[in-house]
């Protein structure tokens, strides 16, 4: 796990609960977050209907390396897991 400071003063950590993530690796990521101030509450649906859900987390892929992972981001925290 490594932490940071998001753009409004928050705390926010991006977690890897594989363990395989190098840590200089997770430390960019956090840093590209924090810059594209992607943490924090987002008024977005994520199914694309008119409800919108405060905090929903956002699902992706990310590729590190050959390997492939899921990738969460809620409001202060980023999630690497097996995909």
């Known amino acids: 796990m490594i932490e940071g400071t998001a753009h409004n003063g928050k705390p926010c950590r991006i977690v890897d609960s594989t363990g395989r993530v190098p840590p200089a690796e997770l430390e960019q990521l956090l840093n590209d977050l924090i810059a594209e101030k992607r943490f924090g509450l987002n008024a977005l649906s994520s199914t694309g209907s008119n409800a ?26 980023a999630r690497l897991e097996s995909f």
């Open 52 to 77: 919108i859900k405060l905090g929903e987390p956002q699902f992706t892929h990310l590729q590190v390396g050959d390997d492939l992972y899921r990738f969460l981001l809620f409001p202060y925290e």
